[in-house]
C-alpha cells in the first residue's frame, strides 16, 4: 500500500482538533493511552527533576505538554506539529497552565530548526510511527539526542510491531479484537484501515537498540501492552 504524504497526514489533523483535545476520544484507539501518558511524563519527572525546557513533538492539541505542567510547572514549552490548527490549539490550552515561554513552530521534525543541547525533556507521544525508512529513524533520533542537553531524557509512547512476523500478526489479532469490543466491526475497520494507510510503526527493541546507537547512555521500558508501549532514555 502506498503510505499517506506528509501534506495528507497535515490535513488529516487540521480536521482532528477537538477530538484529540480530549482524551476519552482523541485516544479511544490506544490501549492504555492514559496510562503511558501518565508514566512517561512521571518517569521524566523523576528523571529532571528540575527542567525547564520541555519539547513535544507532535504535539497535537497538548495534552502531553498539559500533563508534564501538572508535575514540573511553568516549564518553557516548544510545540511542534504538522498542523496549525493543533498548534494554535494547544497554544490555547497551555497558556493557561504555565508561566514559562511556549513557542510553536508548524513542521516535519525531521526539517524544522531548533537549538541543540537545548531541551530537559523531549516528548514523542503517538508521533514517530509516522516515519518512514531505516534512514528517517536514524536521522531523527539522532536529532532528538542532539537537541537534549547532558542528562536530558527522551520519552516515547506510542504504536509498536513486533520483531517476529508471527507474532505481530498475532498481536495485531489481538488489537483488532480490543477495537471491535470498543466500537464494532465498522470502527475496527476503520482504524485498521487508517493504520495500515497512514503508519510505518518499528519494534521497541528496533527503536531502543538505535536509541543506543545515536548516544543515549540508557534506555528504559516503561509498559507494553499488545502493539503500544512507553518507554525512553537518557542521554
Not at 178 to 206: C, F, I
Request: with cysteine.
Amino acid at each position: 500500500m502506498i503510505k499517506s504524504t506528509i501534506e495528507e497526514i497535515r490535513k488529516n489533523f487540521d480536521n482532528e482538533v477537538e477530538r484529540f483535545a480530549d482524551l476519552n476520544t482523541g485516544q479511544i484507539s490506544t490501549i492504555d493511552a492514559k496510562y503511558s501518558l501518565e508514566l512517561i511524563t512521571e518517569a521524566a519527572k523523576k528523571l529532571v527533576p528540575h527542567a525547564e525546557n520541555l519539547l513535544d513533538t507532535g504535539c497535537g492539541a497538548g495534552n502531553y505538554t498539559l500533563t508534564m505542567l501538572q508535575k514540573i510547572p511553568d516549564l518553557n514549552c516548544t510545540l511542534v506539529d504538522l498542523s496549525k490548527p493543533m498548534l494554535d490549539r494547544a497554544f490555547e490550552r497551555i497558556s493557561m497552565q504555565t508561566h514559562g515561554k511556549i513557542e510553536i513552530i508548524q513542521g516535519d521534525i525531521r526539517n524544522v530548526p531548533l537549538r541543540e543541547n537545548c531541551f530537559d525533556i523531549i516528548l514523542a507521544g503517538a508521533v514517530l510511527h509516522h516515519l518512514r525508512d531505516d534512514r528517517d529513524w536514524e536521522l531523527v533520533f539522532g536529532k532528538l539526542y542532539g537537541l537534549l542537553k547532558p542528562d536530558g531524557c527522551l520519552m516515547i509512547s506510542d504504536l509498536l510491531k513486533q520483531d517476529n512476523d508471527l507474532l505481530t500478526e498475532y498481536f495485531w489479532q489481538r488489537y483488532a479484537d480490543y477495537l471491535d469490543k470498543t466500537g464494532g466491526p465498522d470502527y475496527r475497520q476503520k482504524v485498521l484501515n487508517y493504520v495500515a494507510k497512514e503508519d510505518t510503526p518499528q519494534s521497541m527493541t528496533y527503536q531502543l537498540e538505535l536509541m543506543k546507537k545515536v548516544g543515549f547512555r540508557n534506555v528504559e521500558i516503561l509498559h507494553k501492552n499488545v502493539c503500544f508501549g512507553a518507554f525512553g532514555g537518557m542521554k
